[in-house]
């Protein structure tokens, strides 16, 4: 096989067939994989990330089931509010980490099948947001007396990156898996849709450590002293950190790109052929 400037020429004999790539596609011939030892760094930290991300599901659980008296959507207001840490913990955390990081944690996988399950992910996440901003609300408004909302840090921050997080998969649906979109104007589009991606994730790691700090300041006794619950707690904040540096760095560092498939490659052909 010979690459010529932007042309494939595959010899099969007489005729020569030629194959041309759209002018908005380039095959990066000098740099066409990860070097095996990037990729090996890759997956111990991919890891390593998916076993923090769990293990802050497992400790919010523990917090919640121990020290704040379990979950149950009842009239009780300060056990419904429980709901809200926990299922935002699972959806704007471990759920919309794991979104991001899906193109590259399987980038052997078509392109189709990985932008279908990147939004699926991001759609269990808006859901299990969805509940959790139900329980809070609620859990404020039923209370005697009733208690303020969004009158904290923690409750803009949050807004925000909620607000950030549906507009991204609305945005990201019509662009990317709604037909008929010119393929420029979605190559155009990205850079916009993988910034506000990540500073939605930075958004909602900030807000649930104010949120802890928040929760902690009010419901332990005796915080400055640390007991048990209160180091729990901080645990728990300081693992969302770690985990939120992680996913940063794994989906900006550009040795963990995922490279073309060929079959990304005939999509991309077809799908500029067809337009």
């Known amino acids: 096989m010979e690459i010529v400037t932007n042309k494939v020429l595959f010899v099969l004999g007489p005729p020569i067939i030629k194959i041309s790539y759209?002018?908005?596609?380039?095959?990066?011939?000098?740099?066409?994989?990860?070097?095996?030892?990037?990729?090996?760094?890759?997956?111990?930290?991919?890891?390593?990330?998916?076993?923090?991300?769990?293990?802050?599901?497992?400790?919010?659980?523990?917090?919640?089931?121990?020290?704040?008296?379990?979950?149950?959507?009842?009239?009780?207001?300060?056990?419904?509010?429980?709901?809200?840490?926990?299922?935002?913990?699972?959806?704007m955390i471990f759920l919309y980490g794991n979104s991001i990081l899906v193109y590259r944690g399987f980038r052997y996988a078509r392109k189709k099948p990985l932008k279908i399950t990147h939004a699926v992910i991001h759609g269990l996440a808006f859901v299990f947001t969805v509940v959790a901003l139900v329980a809070a609300f609620d859990s404020h408004n039923l209370a005697q007396p009733p208690i303020p909302n969004m009158y904290t840090l923690h409750s803009w921050i949050g807004m925000a990156a909620v607000v950030i997080f549906g507009l991204q998969y609305v945005f990201g649906f019509v662009s990317y898996l709604f037909p008929g979109l010119r393929e420029p104007l979605r190559?155009?589009?990205?850079?916009?849709?993988?910034?506000?991606?990540?500073?939605?994730?930075?958004?909602?790691?900030?807000?649930?450590?104010l949120g802890l700090l928040?929760?902690?300041?009010?419901?332990i006794d005796k915080y400055s002293s640390l007991p048990a619950q209160g180091v729990?707690?901080?645990?728990?904040?300081?693992?969302?950190?770690?985990?939120?540096?992680?996913?940063?760095?794994?989906?900006?560092?550009?040795?963990?790109?995922?490279?073309?498939?060929?079959e990304d490659v005939m999509l991309l052909t077809h799908s500029a052929s067809s337009q």
């Not at 155009?188 to 450590?209: D, E, K």
Request: charged share 10%; net charge positive.
């Open 232 to 262: 729990l707690v901080n645990m728990i904040g300081m693992l969302m950190i770690v985990y939120g540096g992680l996913v940063v760095f794994l989906v900006t560092e550009t040795n963990y790109k995922r490279k073309p498939l060929p």
């Open 187 to 209: 190559a155009t589009y990205m850079p916009v849709h993988i910034f506000f991606g990540i500073l939605g994730f930075v958004l909602a790691i900030a807000a649930s450590c």
């Open 214 to 219: 928040e929760k902690a300041i009010f419901s």
């Open 22 to 91: 759209p002018s908005t596609f380039k095959m990066d011939t000098n740099n066409a994989a990860s070097s095996p030892q990037s990729l090996n760094n890759f997956r111990i930290l991919y890891l390593i990330t998916q076993m923090v991300g769990v293990t802050i599901i497992i400790l919010v659980s523990s917090w919640v089931g121990v020290h704040l008296g379990g979950v149950a959507w009842t009239s009780q207001p300060r056990v419904q509010f429980n709901w809200h840490p926990l299922l935002m913990s699972i959806g």
